[in-house]
Each structure stands twice: as C-alpha cells, then as structure tokens.
C-alpha cells in the first residue's frame, strides 16, 4: 500500500509540475481569455437549460416555504431604547457656534 501512494503522489506532483509549466508560458491575457471562454461555456449551458424548461411548461419560479402552523403569541415590535436615539442628537448642554 506504501508503494501504491508513492506512486500516485509522484503522479500528481509531475502533474502539478506541467501545470505549473504551462502556467509560465501563459500571458495574463491567454489566462483571462481561457477564463472567459469556461465563462461563457457555462453561461451557454445554463441559459439552455432556462430555455427547455421555459419550453417544456415548467416556469422556474421560486419556491417560498409557507409555515402551516400560526403561532398564538403576538409578534414583538422592534423598540429603540431613548439611550441609542440620543446618540445621534446633540448634547442638550453643548453651545451653538
């Protein structure tokens, strides 16, 4: 087993090297490039998949879950204390310039 897992280390580290490799001989533009084509490949992907099921009858709408039990307890309104409030008003003792 010892020898199974050198093997494959070994593999991923030659692979890891030719990635490297190949990421040197790259421009940021070839980079930027390759990223947008995957974009765009799966953007492509998507907007077909929105389209056959736009086509087959079934609307992509979202799903809201409905709670089927009402609580009996009232809902507490949200209060400010006086203390938070008055931070943000000037001090009743400053001088006005």
């Known amino acids: 087993m010892l020898r199974e897992k050198v093997e494959e280390l070994l593999k ?30 799966e953007l492509d992907q998507v907007e077909q998949f929105e389209r056959d099921q736009i086509e087959s009858g079934s609307n992509l709408k979202m799903k809201i879950k409905h709670s089927s039990k009402i609580s009996s307890r009232p809902v ?9 409030l008055n931070d943000y008003k000037p001090s009743p003792d400053g001088e006005r310039i």
């Open 12 to 41: 991923q580290r030659d692979q890891k090297k030719h990635e490297l490799e190949k990421l040197r001989l790259s421009t940021p533009e070839d980079l930027w490039e390759e990223d947008l084509r995957q974009f765009m490949d």
């Open 76 to 84: 507490k309104k949200q209060t400010y204390n006086n203390n938070g």
